[in-house]
């Protein structure tokens, strides 16, 4: 099913305050894995419910051959390696309140 942009941008916010509405972290610790059977998808893909030690609720999903081994990677790395990250499957959402974006400079 394709959607346009905009249906695509309501869809995808509709989904993601689902998601905080349920509260997810509070049931399910970060080291909690879920293996999901996704049509068109050659590989399972794992996913990780994010926030239960009290840092960017949100979730992360691994896809592809790697999927399970760069979850466990991540799970084994130090808090603060950006690398374990950076060179997984990993697509990371996560939600913070407005008041924690901080602001950016103008662009010029």
Do not use: N
């Not at 997810?24 to 894995?33: A, R």
């Not at 950006?82 to 901080?102: K, W, Y």
């Amino acid at each position: 099913m394709a959607l346009s942009g905009s249906r695509l941008c309501r869809e995808t916010v509709k989904a993601a305050l689902a998601f905080h509405g349920r509260r997810l972290w509070e049931e399910f610790e970060d080291s909690d894995v879920f293996a999901l059977r996704v049509p068109g998808e050659p590989h399972l893909v794992f996913a990780s419910i994010l926030g239960a030690l009290g840092i960017d609720e949100g979730l992360a999903l691994f896809r592809g051959e790697t999927a399970f081994q760069d979850y466990l990677r991540i799970l084994e790395s130090d808090d603060d390696d950006e690398d374990a990250i950076r060179q997984s499957s990993a697509i990371m959402f996560t939600m913070v309140g407005l008041e924690h974006i901080p602001r950016l400079p103008p662009p010029f």
